[in-house]
């Protein structure tokens, strides 16, 4: 099997490096206040496929935000996630998501019986980047976190694959008790959200932040009913709490009005739903 040609044709990637030394890209990262979140790039590690990119924040949020493109390719390497304007006229992709403190595009935090839990403070937290055969993930581990008077140490680990736009988001108990996951899938006003039988999902503009214009942006989070509790509307996410496990498995995804073919909630319904 010619396994150079595979890893060729692997339409994904990953990217971790830290600001002060921009031309290094670095698999792993490592620290023990569990903030590297100015320090890195993009503020934590990040993997992209042919139709988005997704970072997962290293610091107490550990939240997945998300880099929406217009037309399918590899962009992180030359636009590093911060897209100029020219970039965007152009038809690069962009940051057009905001995920303020929520959990963003099926984050994962903990359930302590009560209350949502972050994965903070930490002995100690790694980030880890690898590019396969045909497919990328990004780990974080955060480790030594109080949960219900034990320590826990919790993996999330965001994987992307070739040739097909869903990302799965998988969530480790790495001691022996189980725990309650938290994910879901933030939103802000006006934006449209549906719910249905295993399916979050949003279309609409997120507040201006950093892209040079205003872009309708799609998220779904796909979930296995079966494995949550309960559900909980904050009035700025919608939360799914699991029952207590060692690991917990849902898929992402994301489309926008720029894209000519998936370009309103309809159609972004209907490909997920395939």
């Not at 023990?32 to 790039?41: E, I, Q, R, T």
């Not at 905001?98 to 937290?125: A, H, M, S, Y």
């Not at 709490?241 to 159609?267: C, F, G, Q």
Request: glycine share 6%.
């Amino acid at each position: 099997m010619n396994y150079s040609a595979m890893i060729k044709d692997n339409i994904t990637d990953v990217s971790l490096f830290l600001r002060s030394d921009y031309k290094k890209y670095l698999s792993t990262a490592s620290s023990k206040s569990g903030d590297l979140f100015d320090a890195l790039w993009h503020h934590g590690p990040a993997v992209e496929n042919e139709w988005m990119a997704l970072r997962l924040y290293f610091n107490y949020k550990t939240s997945i935000d998300l880099y929406s493109k217009s037309r399918p390719g590899l962009e992180l390497r030359e636009t590093c996630w911060y897209t100029t304007p020219e970039q965007e006229k152009n038809g690069w992709g962009a940051d057009y998501y905001i995920v303020g403190e929520t959990v963003g595009l099926g984050g994962v935090r903990l359930w302590d019986g009560q209350n949502v839990k972050f994965l903070d403070p930490v002995t100690n937290r790694t980030a880890v980047v690898n590019r396969g055969l045909s497919s990328s993930y990004m780990e974080m581990i955060s480790e030594g976190i109080l949960y219900n008077d034990k320590e826990t140490d919790i993996m999330v680990r965001v994987t992307v694959f070739s040739g097909k736009r869903d990302a799965m988001v998988e969530a480790f108990a790495l001691t022996n008790s189980p725990v309650q996951f938290v994910t879901g899938l933030n939103y802000h006003d006006g934006v449209e959200v549906v719910q249905k039988k295993g399916l979050i999902a949003t279309w609409g503009v997120h507040p201006p932040d950093i892209a040079a214009e205003p872009n309708e942006i799609g998220a779904a989070v796909m979930y296995c009913e079966d494995d949550f509790i309960m559900k909980k509307d904050d009035g700025k996410q919608i939360l799914l709490i699991s029952k207590p496990a060692r690991y917990m498995k849902t898929s992402v995804s994301s489309a926008n009005a720029r894209e000519p073919k998936i370009n309103t909630l309809d159609r972004f319904l209907r490909l997920i739903d395939q």
